[in-house]
């Protein structure tokens, strides 16, 4: 059974940065695509980031295009997601989500692990 635990939300202005962690453990970490998505009020949960099992492969929303990195360190079991140019609208709970990497997935029922989230909050 994988267990994911984020951290390093915050609240923090518009243009600022933020960096999110989470942290894997009771799985084979190297074998595992992992996510980022997340959840604003009264919205849908969606999707946000993508590192495939070695981290050479990644993929972002076009909302966080250019503004977010996906990254992980193995010697961590932790994968990170680096957040700049932040906005108001990227304001909601971010959830990190771990599954035996089959290849690029980017919705929830890819996902059989997943974090208790942790909350940003940007003000303008």
């Known amino acids: 059974q994988v267990q994911l635990v984020e951290s390093g939300g915050g609240l923090v202005q518009a243009g600022g940065s933020l960096k999110l962690s989470c942290v894997a453990s009771g799985g084979t970490f190297g074998t595992y695509a992992l996510a980022w998505f997340r959840q604003a009020p009264g919205k849908e949960r969606e999707f946000v980031a993508f590192s495939n099992w070695s981290g050479r492969a990644t993929y972002y929303a076009d909302s966080v295009k250019g503004r977010f990195t996906i990254s992980r360190d193995s010697a961590k079991n932790t994968v990170y997601l680096s957040m700049s140019s932040l906005k108001p609208e990227d304001t909601a709970v971010y959830y990190c989500?771990?599954?035996?990497?089959?290849?690029?997935?980017?919705?929830?029922?890819?996902?059989?692990?997943w974090g208790q989230g942790t909350q940003v909050t940007v003000s303008s």
């Open positions: 989500a771990a599954n035996i990497d089959y290849g690029l997935a980017t919705t929830e029922q890819n996902y059989a692990y």
